[in-house]
């Protein structure tokens, strides 16, 4: 036998390798572990994650910061001005003072003041 | 009312018990079903949960115009068909990242082993799982469902939404394809 009609044997009885092939059987504990998935599932995370993980929301996301800080720079570049307003830093210290002289644990108390 | 319409109507009122029941029934046609066409029992055991979760989630939408088991067959058949374009475009992008590096291209040694396949058969079953795996997705899913779950013809036409003679002629082609590709491989094997 030549070995052209050797390998055209061969490819035959492997053609032929999957009759009675028997039905592979799945994980006896199959159902456990789609419970268990579906549980997860409904708590809310995963699908979340999952769509904000999905390649067209994530690059849109990116986009989107992209554009607000492309904005945020270009409109900010444009008219930025040093204010040296003294009169606002008083009133901002004064602010604070009046703030920090409360006592913010005494929860209970706050009503009788 | 037969059992199986019993069950199905009493899952579409979301009992947990007919779910269970109908999962149990069905998980190894799935399973064996999603395993010949991706070829990794861990992916397909992960698949076959999914595609039960569908199951129960678009029961719905299950009208009973089919069989429930062609129903399941087609859900399995696009979610493992599904898989393997995403793999094969992660694959793809992979391999584009790693231009750079060099990549060698080494032959593919067969490495997927049936377990329902006898002793006798295993390495041969082996060869040609490898070059099914190179088959056109419907060649793959038409062959994969005819040969390993036994269906007919008429059976595969509809679970792939499509003629008996269209089965045929993917058939035909999945026939020639392999041909090819065993040729190849015993030739490559042979000097």
Request: glycine share 6%; net charge negative; hydrophobic share 35%.
């Amino acid at each position: 036998m030549d070995s052209k009609e050797k390998i055209q044997q061969e490819i035959e009885q492997t053609l032929q390798s999957l009759e009675n092939v028997k039905r592979a059987e799945a994980n006896p504990f199959l159902f456990t572990r789609i419970k268990a998935r579906m549980d997860k599932k409904a708590n809310g995370w995963e699908w979340v994650l999952s769509f904000v993980s999905r390649p067209a929301i994530a690059i849109a996301i990116l986009l989107l910061v992209m554009a607000v800080n492309g904005w945020a720079l270009w409109g900010s570049g444009s008219d930025e001005t040093i204010t040296t307003d003294n009169g606002g830093i008083s009133e901002l210290a004064n602010e604070y003072n009046n703030v920090a002289s409360v006592n913010n644990y005494d929860y209970e108390n706050l009503t009788n003041e | 009312m037969t059992n199986e319409t019993e069950l199905i109507e009493q899952l579409k009122r979301g009992d947990e018990t007919a779910f269970k029941a109908i999962v149990e029934q069905w998980q190894d046609m799935v399973y064996n079903t999603i395993l010949g066409i991706v070829q990794n029992e861990t992916e397909a055991e992960d698949l076959a949960q999914d595609v039960f979760i569908k199951v129960f989630e678009k029961i719905s939408s299950f009208k009973g115009d089919s069989k429930f088991s062609t129903w399941l067959y087609r859900i399995a058949t696009t979610t493992a068909l599904d898989h393997l374009r995403s793999k094969k475009r992660k694959k793809r992008s992979g391999f584009l990242q790693g231009l750079g590096g060099g990549s060698d291209e080494k032959e593919e040694i067969p490495d997927f082993h049936h377990p329902g396949v006898s002793l006798d058969n295993k390495e041969r079953a082996a060869v040609l799982f490898k070059a099914i795996e190179a088959l056109p997705e419907n060649q793959k899913a038409a062959y994969t469902l005819h040969k390993l779950e036994g269906l007919s013809y008429r059976d595969v036409s509809e679970v792939l939404n499509t003629t008996v003679s269209a089965v045929e002629s993917l058939m035909s082609r999945a026939n020639q394809n392999l041909r090819k590709q065993l040729e190849e491989y015993y030739n490559r094997h042979y000097r």
